[in-house]
């Protein structure tokens, strides 16, 4: 028998929802905030109110699109955490207030969790080109930065993480110093295709095991500008290409150093990556040239499953229905959670 999942997603500046039908997509429905565009990042009363507008009309198209009447549906999945509390908190009432009034069971999902599962997503019956258990995934976000070991859809070990920033932040904070708009992430990947990657050297951070710290990163790029500014006040528009490039190669290497050390050191070589930071050009080229010399098979999600999405928060569902991971109704959300 098939089962239905409807996914909800609000747990930053996205609302989402999406339609499952066993492991296959039968619609996702994002509605992105233009609102924080203004402030320089993402403020969180005004997403949390974006949310209450956005989420009726998202999951009504979501519903339509899929070609599915609301009592095929079997469970609701939705982000408990971790994320901005008053956006959880719209995405989790209309989450309970949805299978309560349609008596449906609810079920929790952890975002990062799903954000690993996005590369199960299938659009048809042979999209199979999944990575096999177990894979390392590194899942980079503007939140987030972590390897972690994946055995299973629902058995996954966080080996290595950031004590400080994420990746996706030392883009958008670098982007910041440089004067260039949030989220500076892309804008820096766009910038950096025009420019030498060697033209600067920024200091890289000597963190044990599997973690990160990026934010020596931020104070080291903060302090050259300042001092190159003092002897040229026109330095970032002179150099804005080979300044981001030599920025992303920073990044790329510290990120994917400790990949190498992890999938050396573990025997794994299945390699994934997630997160909003897996868009980064740069970063899918050095892993496609490492899977190469370092003879890994590797996986880049579709761009669309990359960002915050409901698409990955039901087929997370889907899994957790089919083990009867359920959850009551006084489900509360984490802004913090490891659950
Ligand atoms: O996973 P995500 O959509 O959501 C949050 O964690 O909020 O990740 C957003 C992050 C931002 O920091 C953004 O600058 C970064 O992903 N990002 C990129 C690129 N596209 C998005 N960073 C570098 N290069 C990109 N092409």
Not at 84 to 101: I, Q, R, W
Not at 287 to 304: G, N, V
């Amino acid at each position: 028998m098939s089962v239905i999942i409807l996914g909800i997603e609000s747990s930053c500046d996205d609302t989402s929802a999406a339609i499952f039908k066993d492991d296959i997509i039968l619609s996702n429905i994002v509605a992105n905030q233009d609102v924080h565009k203004a402030y320089g990042g993402v403020v969180p009363e005004l997403a949390s109110r974006a949310h209450q507008q956005n989420i009726i009309p998202v999951v009504e198209k979501a519903i339509k699109d899929a070609d599915i009447n609301r009592e095929d549906i079997n469970a609701v999945a939705f982000t408990r955490g971790p994320g901005l509390m008053g956006s959880l908190l719209v995405g989790t009432s209309f989450a309970k207030g949805f299978a309560l009034a349609n008596q449906l069971p609810l079920i929790e999902v952890n975002h990062l969790h799903a954000h690993v599962l996005a590369h199960f997503i299938k659009e048809d019956e042979n999209d199979t080109d999944q990575p096999e258990f177990p894979f390392l995934c590194l899942l980079v976000s503007g939140g987030n930065s972590q390897i972690i070991v994946v055995r299973d859809y629902l058995d996954m070990e966080i080996i290595g993480q950031t004590i400080d920033d994420a990746a996706g932040e030392a883009f958008d904070k670098c982007a910041k110093i440089m004067g260039l708009p949030y989220p500076g992430g892309p804008l820096i990947d766009k910038l950096a295709k025009e420019g030498n990657p060697e033209a600067f050297k920024f200091n890289k951070p000597r963190i044990a095991n599997y973690d990160y710290s990026f934010s020596g990163l931020k104070t080291s790029v903060l302090y050259f500008l300042r001092d190159e500014l003092k002897k040229n006040p026109d330095f970032i528009e002179e150099n804005k290409a080979d300044i981001c490039a030599s920025l992303q190669k920073t990044i790329i290497d510290i990120l994917m150093d400790k990949v190498i050390k992890a999938a050396d050191e573990t025997g794994i070589t299945q390699v994934a990556l997630a997160g909003g930071v897996s868009a980064n050009s740069g970063l899918r080229n050095r892993l496609t040239e490492l899977a190469e010399t370092k003879k890994w098979k590797t996986f880049i999600p579709k761009f669309s499953y990359t960002t915050d999405n409901a698409a990955m928060i039901a087929i997370n569902g889907y899994h957790k229905y089919l083990n009867k991971e359920f959850i009551g109704q006084d489900a509360a959300p984490f802004a913090r959670t490891e659950f």
